[in-house]
């Protein structure tokens, strides 16, 4: 590369993946830590790419190696696509070793290029190794009476005719008693059609918030730091009684809370209309953060999406995304937030700043 020559991207962030990989086998390795250090410094596309592979490696580390009989026979065929061998312990491809000798010094390229062979495929690797985060969460499942998985809606009559509509990857427990009726959400979301009963309040639960109603049809989404709220007919009560001060908030049609950990709510007016929008394949977000939205996005998508910056996800979002296809969506999204959305493997999505 000329001195004044910027690398491009894609490269700098392919590169970043090979060094991942070849660090982490022989992390000891003089030579190779040197051969790193001046690819590193040659040009800060080639830092930002490094900065951005060790996010994602970080996340990917939690991944728990669950299904191996699931991801090792994918991987198998993915490096036969790939023209790579089956097994690390096959030779690798004559034509594979010419395209890393510009990574390291020619007297150390024998040395490493078996290596740099296994790293064209790490990519593959990852994404069977991300399999292991689509694991049924057991506890949660214990717990309910009834969950979807992901891209999965269902809708269930309850004994008092009572409807209620679970979004994918929700999950529900249901207790009735002469004098009450007790939903929790253990997870996710769902839209609830109640029958009128005043002698038999309807109660959702979720987390420390309390949502109580007569007769009426709403929407509840547990986040991780929040839980969003909006009636789409009749009135219900919020009541989140274990942060101080206590907070009651009175919701009508078309309107709208969320209420976060520490109390701190957010009211909003809309159509009543996208109420529960997910329930036509729709996401609607009105000057929502980057990440909640992503959050939402993950309850469609098999495999991991990854934001690997802080500030990003911060950013205000506002449209409507088809859920059908979500990582289209999620490149709508990234192109009015000026990012990009790389497709790693076809359980890996990485959004980053541009």
């Known amino acids: 590369m000329a001195e004044n020559e910027v690398p491009d991207k894609k490269q700098a962030?392919?590169?970043?993946?090979?060094?991942?990989?070849?660090?982490?086998?022989?992390?000891?390795?003089?030579?190779?830590n040197t051969?790193?250090?001046?690819?590193?410094?040659?040009?800060?596309?080639?830092?930002?790419a490094w900065q951005e592979m060790q996010r994602a490696s970080e996340a990917m580390d939690q991944a728990v190696p669950v299904y191996?009989?699931?991801?090792?026979?994918?991987?198998?065929?993915?490096?036969?696509?790939?023209?790579q061998?089956?097994?690390?312990?096959?030779?690798?491809?004559?034509?594979?070793?010419?395209?890393?000798?510009?990574?390291?010094?020619?007297?150390h390229t024998r040395r490493f290029s078996r290596r740099q062979g296994m790293a064209l495929g790490a990519s593959a690797v990852a994404a069977c190794l991300m399999i292991a985060v689509m694991g049924p969460d057991v506890l949660r499942d214990l717990r309910s009476d009834y969950a979807t998985g992901t891209a999965e809606t269902?809708?269930?009559?309850?004994?008092?005719?009572?409807?209620?509509?679970?979004?994918?990857e929700s999950a529900i427990s249901v207790t009735y008693t002469p004098g009450d009726r007790q939903i929790q959400l253990l997870a996710g979301e769902a839209y609830f059609d109640v029958s009128s009963n005043p002698d038999r309040p309807?109660?959702?639960?979720?987390?420390?918030?309390?949502?109580?109603?007569?007769?009426?049809a709403f929407d509840v989404r547990r986040g991780v730091d929040e839980t969003d709220i909006a009636v789409s007919q009749g009135?219900?009560?919020?009541?989140?009684?274990?942060?101080?001060?206590?907070?009651t908030e009175t919701l009508t049609a078309g309107q709208a809370v969320r209420v976060n950990a520490s109390?701190?709510?957010?009211?909003?007016?809309?159509?009543?209309?996208?109420?529960?929008?997910?329930?036509?394949?729709?996401?609607?977000?009105?000057?929502?953060?980057?990440?909640?939205?992503?959050?939402?996005?993950?309850?469609?998508?098999?495999?991991?999406?990854?934001?690997?910056d802080d500030v990003l996800a911060a950013q205000s979002v506002t449209g409507v995304y088809n859920l059908t296809d979500p990582v289209e969506a999620l490149r709508g999204i990234a192109r009015a937030q000026n990012a990009v959305v790389r497709r790693i493997t076809p359980w890996l999505v990485i959004v980053s700043r541009s």
């Open 13 to 32: 962030s392919r590169e970043a993946t090979e060094w991942m990989i070849l660090l982490k086998d022989d992390p000891d390795d003089a030579a190779l």
């Open 35 to 48: 051969a790193f250090e001046v690819w590193l410094n040659a040009h800060p596309v080639n830092k930002a």
């Open 68 to 83: 191996a009989d699931q991801w090792r026979p994918m991987l198998a065929d993915m490096r036969r696509e790939m023209g």
């Open 85 to 107: 061998p089956s097994s690390v312990s096959d030779p690798i491809p004559q034509d594979r070793r010419s395209e890393i000798h510009h990574l390291v010094p020619h007297r």
């Open 154 to 168: 269902r809708t269930v009559r309850l004994a008092d005719d009572s409807l209620v509509t679970l979004a994918p």
């Open 202 to 216: 309807f109660q959702v639960a979720v987390q420390a918030i309390t949502v109580t109603v007569l007769g009426t």
């Open 235 to 247: 009135v219900v009560r919020v009541d989140a009684g274990a942060v101080d001060p206590p907070v």
């Open 263 to 308: 109390g701190r709510t957010r009211r909003s007016d809309g159509p009543v209309q996208q109420v529960a929008a997910w329930r036509q394949n729709q996401l609607v977000a009105r000057d929502e953060p980057l990440g909640i939205v992503v959050d939402q996005l993950r309850r469609y998508y098999t495999g991991k999406i990854i934001v690997t």
